[in-house]
């Protein structure tokens, strides 16, 4: 069954934010698993032992089914779920979002406490950038050597995203193609002798 597509981010993000001499230090990146996510937040704490406060939220899974967040000590409301809100709003998944705060002597208030979490996890996924993971087969392509450059040069050139290229006994081309579109590989390659075309499956790709 082929996946729908979803949003996450692109990369690991970070911010900085500073109130009242409270500093909010923030890091977004994308994650595939609930142990992926808590590995992420035992890494904050070691990074940034003198904060009081590692507030976070997740979501796991292209429908965002998996979902935990925490405000870690903070009133009940005001760290992780501003957090939360911030990746359900814009509709992020398989992805963590942490906001590590070092007390600086004065209370902010809830309301003020809010919205600077969630400030703070905005910087750090704006920072990151999100993505909108689309579906894709992944081909093989087995050929000869005398004719692995150009069949490399011809699949290139046709728009496919070749992701490895392997020697062995043949020269092998793992590629990306659009769920459809199979048929057009085995197209390119059909000049060439003793070559093998096979569908390895399907797979989540950055779109482009």
Known sequence: MTQRPYLTLGKEGHGTIRVLGSTFIS???????????????????????????????????????????????????????????LLVQREITDAVVIVSRTFGGTELGKGRLTRTYAAAGTCAVEDAGIVRMVPCSVMQVEAPYEHATRLEHDLRSNAYDIIDVAYGAYVTITLHCTPGTEGGVESVCAHVVDTEVKQQGTTMRPER
Request: with cysteine; charged share 20%; proline share 8%.
């Open 27 to 85: 890091c977004a990146l994308p994650v595939s698993s609930e142990p992926e996510a808590l590995e992420s937040l035992s890494l904050m704490r070691a990074r940034y032992p003198a904060a009081s406060h590692h507030a976070f939220a997740y979501r796991i899974g292209t429908a965002g089914d998996v979902m935990k967040w925490s405000d870690d000590g903070e009133p009940h409301g005001s760290a992780g779920g501003p957090i939360k809100t």
